[in-house]
């Protein structure tokens, strides 16, 4: 797993949205009995094989994430936030309002990437948001010792075919970034980074701000106010 990014800021949460239904967990035990399930069948396996359990392990994520939808709703969003352990609410419904104007506006914002993060997990997509984020963290490395290890981890662990947290990229940009990681640069997961940016932005936003998740959020900061 990629550890460089420790800031809470960016790491966020580790647990989910205490408020899930029990939906949530059956998905949850589902997904996890297949992923074992489809590891036991391709152990020793060709790579076929690997190949062929890894399309149907994305496959039930996909629908296991649509099973979880209804389980979004989180009623005390202060279990959610970043700055443990105090979990004030520290937001304004003003600022809560202006994620929905841009993608860049919520990704900016610590509660907006909080608050994201936990939608995310609804999906069983967190590694998109999660891979940007290292992206944006190990553009900050100043050291040239390092650049070389921290893009290794973040290829192994994102972007190298059947990695633990694959992200969804097509094979010219797995290609590229492959090819740029042998020779590291700040700018080396640029086009990756770009892609999954693009995709959580067209996809996994909208649905965001439609959440129980966001119109929980907007609720109690208003709830303040009065």
Known sequence: MYQEAADPVI??????????????????SMLTATRQSLSDHTIGKDPQAARTGQRQNRGMRTRLGCLSHKSDSCNDFTAILPDKPNRALKLSTEEATRWADSFDSLLSH??????????????????????????????????????ASKAHRIFEEFVDVQAPREVNIDFQT??????????????CFDQAQGKVHSLMEKDSYPRFLRSKIYTDLLTQTQRRLS
């Open 174 to 187: 797995r290609e590229v970034t492959r090819n740029n990681v042998q020779e590291p640069s700040l700018s």
């Open 110 to 147: 610590k509660y907006g990437v909080a608050a994201f993060r936990a939608f995310l997990k609804t999906e069983f997509s967190e590694e998109n948001l999660e891979f940007w984020l290292a992206c944006e963290e190990f553009k900050k490395t100043r050291s040239a010792t390092k650049l």
């Open 11 to 28: 790491q966020g949460l580790d647990e989910p949205c205490p408020s899930s239904t029990c939906q949530n967990h059956v998905a949850t």
